[in-house]
């Protein structure tokens, strides 16, 4: 089984090729991304109309690099798969109206795949991982805890009230004058910094349901930055340091709560895992503090390879292939791209019949 892959859900324009064996394995023959980073930088964040311009303008040539790296045609795929959402819409349009026509021209089966289930079916390509599992996704856009029961079959057990973890990340570094996007810049001014100056509330923590909330992190950040003005480096390190370290505090507490309600939901399991995807899964010490943690519980932590963990059309591809191999039917071509597609609401409308 082999499928190619597209995603624009966002502000990352990727085409993929991926394999599936009769065994499950996956392998990847190819997987192009293009970053518009450099596009949005100036605007401290993604500019939706800009980011449908630009998938425009590039995915039909890189989904012909992508066949191209992969060494195969369009004849020797076997599906196609494009996220049809959640995402900006006009982004998402641009690759499902793209995905639909190859697949119709080329007489493929073609299926809509919800960019969270991409993310969350990830680590059986890379790690063969059985269900059920847990998943946290911490992504610019999302910030969830998803039980992965099998294909198709996901229930969030928690969710950001308010921001993403990763827009704290950027909107953080933004207050402090730091360039976008914040993650990275953070994380590396709080290598330098003193995380014990200064201590930031732990939003949520010890409140027994599962959900996240950033935006009161945020808020502190912003009122402790006022105080300080003129702000100076040792300053925004020491914040810098500080913020992350109420964000990993804050982690340990909402993801030990799932590992519990896991363990109590599935006591047969014998090896359970966590995964981690979205940007934010780059983060060192917070994924080191996932690790030690999983560790402590007797889980297995898995994080796939960066590339993977952010957006990409190789877990678009896979996902497509897991359906397909699984004999799930074809979606139709009528289907229409939607910008909020919870986990757990399975079907896309057809266009025209109403949202
Ligand atoms: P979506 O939510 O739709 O998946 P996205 O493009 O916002 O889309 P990703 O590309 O997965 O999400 O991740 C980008 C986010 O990850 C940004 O918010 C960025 O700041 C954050 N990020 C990247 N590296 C780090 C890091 N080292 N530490 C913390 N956050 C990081
Ligand atoms: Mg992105
Ligand atoms: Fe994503």
């Not at 790296?69 to 959402?85: M, Q």
């Not at 599962?210 to 390190?237: C, M, Y």
């Not at 363990?263 to 966590?274: C, G, I, M, T, W």
Request: hydrophobic share 45%; with cysteine.
């Amino acid at each position: 089984m082999r499928v190619l892959g597209i995603e624009t859900s966002c502000d990352e324009t990727a085409a993929a090729i991926v394999e599936r064996d009769d065994q499950g394995h996956g392998r990847i023959l190819s997987n192009v991304v293009l970053s518009q980073i450099a596009d949005h930088a100036p605007y401290g964040g993604v500019v939706p109309e800009i980011a449908a311009r630009a998938h425009v303008e590039v995915l039909d040539r890189l989904i012909g690099q992508a066949l191209q790296e992969a060494h195969i045609t369009l004849d020797d795929v076997d599906a196609v798969a494009a996220t049809a959402g959640p995402g900006l819409v006009g982004g998402l349009i641009v690759g499902l109206m793209t995905g639909k026509a190859i697949a119709m021209a080329a007489q493929k089966p073609f299926y809509a795949i919800n960019h969270l289930e991409g993310h969350a079916l990830t680590p059986r390509l890379t790690d063969r991982i059985d269900f059920p599992y847990l998943l946290l996704l911490v992504s610019g856009g999302h910030t969830q805890m998803v039980l992965v029961k099998g294909l198709g079959d996901y229930e969030r057990l928690g969710t950001t009230i308010d921001d993403a973890l990763g827009e704290a990340f950027d909107k953080t570094a933004k207050l402090l004058g730091l360039p976008y996007p914040g993650g990275p810049e953070v994380e590396k001014a709080a290598v330098l910094g003193d995380p014990d100056r200064f201590t930031l509330p732990r939003p949520l923590k010890g409140e027994e349901r599962l959900d996240f909330s950033f935006s009161g992190l945020k808020t502190a950040v912003r009122q402790l930055a006022t105080t300080l003005e003129p702000l100076s480096q040792t300053d925004i390190n020491d914040i810098c340091a500080a913020f992350q370290t109420a964000v990993a505090d804050t982690l340990d507490d909402r993801v030990s709560r799932s590992l519990r309600r896991f363990r109590q939901s599935f006591p047969d399991v014998e090896e359970p895992a966590l995964v981690v995807a979205g940007g934010v899964a780059a983060n060192k010490v917070l994924r080191d503090g996932l690790q030690e943690l999983c560790s402590e519980n007797g889980f297995r932590f898995v994080a796939p390879p960066l590339a993977l963990c952010t957006d990409n059309a190789a877990m678009i591809a896979w996902a497509g292939a897991e359906r397909a191999s699984d004999q799930a039917p074809a979606d139709s071509l009528d289907i229409a791209p939607r910008s909020r597609w919870p986990l757990d609401m399975q079907s896309t409308p057809l266009i025209g019949a109403g949202r």
